[in-house]
């Protein structure tokens, strides 16, 4: 006996019922859907290739847009390294211009700190020669006996009005004896508290020109050290800290026994490190 053939839009059935049997469900398609979804299918398949047709077309233009924007960049970048390098050369040349002005400064100063020097001690010597002659015409003829005698007086009027702290008094009386009595032997220790008159008064630019003569005309003397070390404290004072070195440094080189070259030494060596700062150091 032969099995009759079952038709296809039964068979369908049956399957979907056998498998959605556990559930009670089934869904069937019939030829006219099946038609329908695969047109869909290719329609929406359509749809994508078109959708992706066209996002390649604004990815080539976003790529062609990132390209261009990259190249400005770059550019750009070139143009800013260039600029940021010649600022920098521009800085390069004004710090060196402030370099040479700052030495052509300190070049200045010292060479007028020379001269003014040597103008005093020209005037001086006029002003020794001028109390010579003044003595001559004087007539008393008194020799050396009076000369000393009047050497010691101002010594002590001096002496005198530095210990009561009246400053221009004393420095009057210590220029008198240093300048109309240059070998007598009080004359180093006048020129050296003259000086000192100037620094109590903090009248530190005075007083370092007046220190500077103790160990030039005297530098056996026994306050030429002392003087040196003073005059680097002035100009430490004024904040002249390369000008205080010099001083502190040349005590060591030219007193190297005196019990101030240790002291001087120290101080040397804190300047140097004090150099850049400001509150401490002039620039």
């Given at each position: 006996?032969?099995?009759?053939?079952?038709?296809?839009?039964?068979?369908?059935?049956?399957?979907?019922?056998?498998?959605?049997?556990?559930?009670?469900?089934?869904?069937?398609?019939?030829?006219?859907?099946?038609k329908a979804i695969r047109n869909d299918v290719a329609a929406l398949d359509g749809r994508v290739a078109s959708k992706e047709q066209e996002l390649g077309g604004k990815v080539d233009e976003l790529q062609k847009t990132l390209d261009e924007a990259a190249k400005v960049l770059k550019r750009n970048s070139a143009d800013l390294g260039a600029e940021v390098q010649r600022i920098d050369d521009a800085q390069r040349t004004a710090l060196g211009l402030v370099t040479a002005a700052q030495a052509n400064a300190e070049e200045v100063r010292v060479t007028f700190e020379r001269y003014k020097a040597s103008t005093d001690e020209r005037v001086a010597a006029l002003e020794a020669r001028l109390a010579l002659l003044e003595a001559k015409l004087g007539g008393g003829g008194g020799g050396g006996g009076s000369t000393t005698a009047e050497a010691d007086a101002l010594w002590k009027q001096g002496k005198a009005a530095f210990e009561?702290?009246?400053w221009a008094d004393a420095r009057e009386a210590f220029k008198k004896l240093a300048v109309n009595f240059p070998t007598h032997d009080r004359a180093?220790?006048?020129?050296?508290?003259?000086?000192?008159?100037?620094?109590?008064?903090?009248?530190?630019?005075?007083?370092?020109?007046?220190?500077?003569?103790?160990?030039?005309?005297?530098?056996?003397?026994?306050?030429?050290?002392?003087?040196?070390?003073?005059?680097?404290?002035?100009?430490?004072?004024?904040?002249?800290?390369?000008?205080?070195?010099?001083?502190?440094?040349?005590?060591?080189?030219?007193?190297?026994?005196?019990n101030l070259a240790k002291k001087a030494a120290e101080k040397d060596a804190a300047l140097k490190k004090a150099l850049k700062d400001k509150k401490k150091c002039k620039p």
């Open positions: 006996m032969k099995t009759p053939k079952t038709p296809t839009s039964l068979t369908v059935l049956l399957a979907a019922a056998a498998a959605t049997g556990a559930t009670g469900c089934f869904w069937v398609t019939t030829k006219s859907e099946g009561a702290s009246k180093d220790d006048a020129q050296y508290f003259r000086a000192e008159t100037h620094f109590s008064e903090k009248d530190y630019e005075a007083a370092i020109p007046e220190y500077q003569k103790v160990y030039d005309k005297y530098p056996d003397s026994s306050l030429a050290d002392d003087a040196m070390f003073r005059a680097g404290e002035a100009a430490e004072a004024l904040k002249s800290c390369t000008e205080a070195r010099a001083y502190f440094g040349q005590l060591g080189q030219k007193y190297p026994q005196s």
